[in-house]
């Protein structure tokens, strides 16, 4: 008897995990809410504020995609995941979309079946030390005992670096940033690694940040991005051009002030009307209404706006745009037209 | 007239798979045995199914591609160019070492606090009650999760031993305490050193033997041989004598702080220390209970029938209740055994690469197969718990009450 209630659970589960392939962007808008995965907490990219509220980077996308879709930047269900869980929590449809700096890789996009819709932050592998050591290149750390998050691309990078290199190293895997800054602190081991942008959202959680540096050399290409799930476009679409709204609307100079009075009348630049859905129907394209876009870029501002407010140089974590600066200003950023 | 007793012999007819008491069990058997297939069966072309539609497959390829990530402890040669099911092999030896040293550990803590807790030292038994509880009905993840906290926040680390005003120091020279592990002297064995290992072999034999000797004199001819001093004698002088005959071709490789860390010697990881400590205070916590439990069983009347032979308590222990307590003891502890091995998989919490970490951790993430991977590692543990099961029944079949 007991068998068989089991197997009649397990059969509704099957069930319903085969019912949620369905249209994901007409789940989104029959629940009224976006189920996000982010990390489970690294301060300026994720992490739940004094008021619990979820505040960072790519909390900014994932709520802009809230905004274009169900018009509420505010109906986002955040889902914390670590590098272990974030993949198959995306496969198996607990999540619509994965916004957790995650690199973009051939075999993740191929053969795990994901895909990504763009790229939000251009960042690379780096180190970071503790000043008293006085350690001032990668090169320099033969012996050393290294701190990893286990489940990343960068534990494989940091193999592939230090073979290269022909230098020998301790890693100690650890299974999230926040488990590993008591261990780099104490000592227990000599060096963090992870991205550069990990790093500085790290040590400006230290106490005293000063004492800490992040070596020059950059190990890897890491393009971080969203991700949703291979074989259904249209929310693949959804995603992306939610994401490439935001870098267009920095390109075109749309920000969350002037955003408003754009968005009143068409104006004198085309692009910017059909961005802002007074022109054209590039929202019913999307399955969307007209003015997506417009809330998309209202959630949080736009790229730049994001960007300046989570993890700019002016805020502790002080990050600069370098690689992510459009590309008018000599920078990656460079989105396709809205046409 | 005996016929009448017999049963109604031939005619099998199909009815009587229902209406006979002596097939109708079988029936009912089969049908479930239909069903349970049955069921497995739509579970796993489900599976396939959905599997299928999302574009995967079900395949153990990965296992010979290169890994790409590097281990840390490795009881075999494994380099990041190895295969996953080299790295799966390295965690899975992690895996058998942590579990075996914390069974031993376990085994050891939890025989004597057993006896002390049946102590008629108020202070002792008191002692040991708290222990039991404390660290039975704490879950053993945070336990795992305390002492790793502590042991890296309250040992200094390396750079502590460094420079001229250095805060810490090595123990005789020699030992090295550090908040990343502890390190010893390695036995470097020179040429000539297989004759003084075999020596010491052989002297462990002589000992064997000579006990059973005096065994055999007390039983068959009431005589009492000393073995103690001729036990320790042959322990350590004819080994001596060999190392020094053979030229000391055993020497001690010293660790030394060079870099980063101390390099040479024997390299014990505070990740495995933490969780073999862990496991082994909280498992010794159960195994304690089922000592005590053992003891109990045997009924006063034997300790004061022993008493009244004029037996000493050491010699009523260690002669009459416990190897009767044993046989009470052991199948409790067959499942100790089994959950050691089994909550060595939390390893992952203070970075120990056990199998869920290598091939259940980062090979899943890297290669993403996920149900593969799980597979494996329930196979794995399967067959690791029910070797111990069977190790242990026979061991439990030995002790176990002979009726003659």
């Avoid at chain 1, 802009?64 to 995306?90: I, M, N, Q």
């Avoid at chain 2, 020699?174 to 072999?201: D, Q």
Wanted: charged fraction near 15%.
């Amino acid at each position: 008897m007991k068998k068989s209630v089991f197997f009649g659970a397990m059969t509704v589960a099957a069930l319903a995990a085969g019912a949620a392939a369905a249209g994901t962007l007409d789940d989104v808008k029959a629940r009224g809410k976006l189920n996000c995965g982010v990390t489970t907490g690294l301060v300026g990219f994720a992490a739940p504020d004094a008021n619990g509220e979820w505040q960072g980077f790519d909390v900014g996308v994932c709520r802009a995609v809230a905004a274009a879709v169900l018009g509420d930047p505010s109906a986002v269900e955040f889902v914390p995941t670590t590098g272990k869980t974030r993949f198959t929590a995306l496969a198996s449809g607990e999540i619509d979309m994965l916004a957790r700096n995650t690199t973009w890789t051939f075999s993740r996009d191929v053969d795990l079946k994901f895909e990504f819709v763009g790229v939000n932050y251009y960042d690379g592998q780096g180190f970071m030390v503790p000043k008293a050591l006085g350690v001032s290149s990668a090169k320099e750390l033969d012996g050393a005992t290294v701190c990893i998050q286990t489940g990343t691309t960068t534990e494989l990078n940091l193999a592939d670096y230090f073979r290269t290199n022909n230098i020998s190293y301790e890693p100690v895997p650890i299974e999230t940033n926040a488990e590993a800054q008591p261990l780099y602190l104490e000592g227990a081991c000599d060096v963090y690694t992870t991205d550069a942008s990990g790093l500085a959202a790290t040590r400006a959680a230290f106490e005293n940040p000063g004492d800490h540096v992040v070596l020059p050399e950059i190990i890897s290409k890491e393009p971080l991005g969203p991700l949703v799930r291979h074989g259904d476009s249209e929310w693949g679409d959804v995603v992306r051009w939610s994401l490439n709204a935001l870098i267009a609307a920095e390109e075109l100079g749309v920000t969350s002030a002037n955003i408003g009075e754009m968005s009143m009348a068409a104006g004198d630049n085309p692009e910017i009307n059909r961005l802002l859905g007074t022109e054209g129907t590039l929202g019913e394209m999307l399955g969307l209404s007209a003015d997506w876009a417009k809330n998309a870029i209202m959630a949080g501002g736009n790229y730049g706006e994001i960007f300046e407010k989570n993890i700019g140089e002016n805020t502790p974590i002080g990050l600069g745009r370098g690689l992510n600066a459009q590309w008018t200003d000599g920078g990656l950023l460079y989105v396709p037209p809205f046409r | 007239m005996t016929t009448l007793s017999d049963p109604p012999k031939g005619g099998f007819r199909l009815s009587m798979l229902i209406n006979d008491t002596r097939y109708r069990s079988y029936t009912f058997q089969f049908i479930a045995l239909i069903a349970l297939i049955a069921a497995f069966g739509y579970l796993g072309s489900n599976l396939v199914a959905n599997l299928k539609a999302a574009g995967l497959n079900i395949s153990y390829r990965f296992l010979g591609e290169p890994a790409g990530y590097d281990i840390n402890q490795r009881l075999i040669e494994y380099t990041s160019q190895s295969t996953h099911l080299r790295a799966a092999m390295v965690g899975a030896l992690n895996t058998l070492l942590v579990a075996v040293v914390a069974c031993f550990f376990a085994t050891i803590i939890g025989v004597i606090v057993g006896v002390l807790r049946l102590s008629k030292n108020w202070l002792v038994n008191k002692l040991m009650g708290v222990y039991v509880e404390i660290f039975r009905n704490v879950p053993v993840l945070i336990w795992i999760l305390i002492i790793m906290a502590v042991f890296v926040a309250v040992l200094p680390q390396p750079r502590e031993f460094r420079g001229d005003d250095a805060t810490a120091s090595m123990v005789l020279g020699s030992f090295a305490f550090t908040g990343r592990g502890f390190y010893f002297p390695k036995p470097v064995f020179g040429p000539g050193s297989m004759i003084v290992v075999l020596t010491f072999i052989a002297s462990l034999v002589g000992i064997w033997g000579y006990r059973r000797y005096a065994k055999q004199q007390l039983f068959d001819h009431g005589r009492m041989v000393s073995t103690l001093w001729p036990s320790i004698g042959l322990f350590f002088v004819p080994t001596i004598l060999m190392f020094f005959i053979m030229g000391q071709p055993i020497t001690l490789d010293y660790p030394a702080l060079k870099g980063f860390n101390f390099q040479g010697g024997i390299y014990a990881r505070n990740s495995f220390i933490a969780l073999t400590f862990a496991l082994s205070i909280y498992t010794a916590a159960f195994i304690a209970e089922n000592v005590r439990a053992g003891i109990l069983a045997i009924s006063t009347g034997q300790t004061e029938a022993a008493a009244s032979l004029g037996l000493r308590p050491g010699r009523i222990m260690n002669l009459v209740i416990l190897p009767q307590a044993l046989r009470v003891i052991i199948p409790p502890l067959i499942s100790q055994y089994l959950n050691i091995t089994k909550n060595s998989s939390l390893a992952i919490a203070v970075g120990y690469m056990d199998i869920t970490g290598t091939l259940g951790g980062i090979t899943l993430n890297q290669t993403g197969r996920a149900i593969e991977t799980v597979l494996l590692l329930m196979a794995f543990y399967l067959i690791i718990s029910l070797s111990i099961s069977a190790v242990m029944n026979v061991y439990n079949n030995s002790v176990k009450l002979k009726e003659r």
